[in-house]
């Protein structure tokens, strides 16, 4: 059960990440219902600690309170973040991985092993009207290197994570190309990657990389001789739009502290959640931290109506550099020369850039999306010794001594006050 609420909470995430601020989804005024019956008490907003979210559902709060503020269109795909991040974690150590894990909300790599291969198991769709594909791969440096790759870490990633490995020589233009065609291959080509993305260095060791496609139909489709063009009010003032309509009979949506949210079926996936301000309300007052965007995912009030849905269709491109995010949630240490990525192999290395770049578009017909996350990973500097103070140790005065075995197992014990020379 927890690991199926993962999913949808994935699946919302991913795609109501996006959703403009002033749709409309409402209550038609000829076809109100005759009375209104909550059926859920109204959401307190405690603390984020104390909702006791951890995993999966935690990390996607924590990720949208920072990267989403309602300025400008959106579109983050957490699971991405997540799994890139998971294969980069798998391979640190030390207080390195604890950083890591601590962010991924779990408490050792086995159980984030365990998070993630059910994800990789579980959400995987392929019918005639509906996809949804989750890849990942390494890009390992091989050009005349003293780098060597830790076999069992190569055998988890391929086990679990079922990542594809390759050797590349990051010294090459065909390699920024060999691992740009293989992003638009599983994206299926719906995402337009920046010309900056896949510049490596000759320092560069280690690429990893999560790749999502979804396309789904709506279980019903919005009727296209209904669309019709309409004004959008957004933050940088009125636009026209084309708007799709339809009316939704007997359906629940919840009435929230300030929004109102309505989710509309996606054969084979999943669901599309909206999510809309209340007249009056500002957008960004709903968002900005994680027990809010917990609110408006699963708090309010449940109604029973007949909806009237007034959507935007939309598409657009969005990108995420993770960098300055990641590190104020925690893992900077990953991104230092005192990063522990031994687990990987026998070099020293850091986290030099963590981007996500994406797509979306909805219609009559359904919702696609696609996005991709990179982790790439550098050689590190080693580190200056630290300075420690110079102690003179002169055993000139009576002293204690031990003869211990192996496992600590004192074997003799005793003191010297008056060493004799003559006792050879």
Not at 80 to 92: E, F, N, R
Not at 127 to 152: C, H, K, P, R
Not at 300 to 308: C, T
Not at 349 to 357: D, F, G, H, P
Request: proline share 4%; hydrophobic share 40%.
């Amino acid at each position: 059960m927890k690991q199926m609420l993962c999913i949808l909470f994935a699946m919302t995430l991913l795609l109501c990440g996006c959703v403009p601020s002033g749709g409309s989804v409402s209550l038609g005024e000829e076809e109100q219902p005759s009375a209104v019956t909550p059926t859920e008490e109204p959401m307190s907003l405690p603390s984020f600690m104390d909702l006791g979210i951890t995993g999966y559902d935690g990390f996607c709060d924590v990720l949208a309170a920072k990267l989403i503020d309602g300025s400008k269109n959106s579109n983050l795909s957490p699971i991405s973040v997540y799994l890139a991040l998971a294969m980069v974690a798998d391979g640190a150590r030390g207080e390195t991985q604890t950083a890591m894990l601590n962010l991924l909300g779990c408490d050792s790599v086995e159980e984030l092993r365990g998070v993630c291969g059910a994800m990789l198991q579980e959400l995987s769709v392929e019918t005639e009207d509906s996809t949804l594909a989750l890849a990942n791969s390494i890009w390992m440096a091989g050009q005349e290197e003293t780098v060597s790759f830790n076999g069992a870490y190569l055998k988890t990633l391929s086990d679990v994570y079922r990542a594809e490995a390759n050797v590349v020589n990051f010294g090459k233009e065909e390699t920024s190309r060999q691992i740009a065609d293989w992003i638009t291959e599983q994206t299926r080509g719906k995402i337009k990657i920046s010309e900056d993305a896949m510049q490596f260095t000759p320092d560069t060791i280690a690429v990893l990389i999560n790749t999502i496609y979804l396309k789904a139909a709506w279980i019903d489709a919005f009727p296209e001789g209904a669309t019709e063009a309409g004004t959008f009010f957004g933050p940088e003032g009125e636009s026209t739009v084309d708007y799709m309509r339809r009316t939704d009979y007997g359906k629940t949506v919840v009435q929230g502290d300030g929004f109102m949210r309505y989710s509309i079926p996606l054969l084979g996936v999943g669901r599309m959640t909206l999510i809309l301000p209340d007249e009056g309300t500002a957008f960004s007052d709903l968002l900005g931290s994680p027990e809010r965007i917990h609110a408006l995912l699963h708090g309010g009030q449940e109604i029973r109506a007949n909806v009237h849905v007034k959507l935007p269709k939309f598409r657009f491109q969005d990108r995420f550099d993770l960098n300055d995010t990641l590190k104020a949630l925690g893992m900077e240490i990953a991104f230092s020369n005192g990063a522990d990525f031994s687990g990987m192999g026998d070099f020293n290395a850091k986290i030099s850039r963590v981007l996500q770049e994406s797509f979306i578009g909805v219609d009559e017909k359904g919702v696609e999306a696609a996005a991709y996350t990179m982790v790439v990973m550098e050689k590190a500097a080693f580190s200056m010794p630290e300075e420690l103070p110079e102690i003179d140790f002169f055993l000139t005065r009576p002293f204690l001594y031990a003869i211990e075995a192996y496992d600590g197992t004192v074997l003799f014990i005793g003191s010297v006050t008056a060493p004799d020379s003559s006792a050879r």
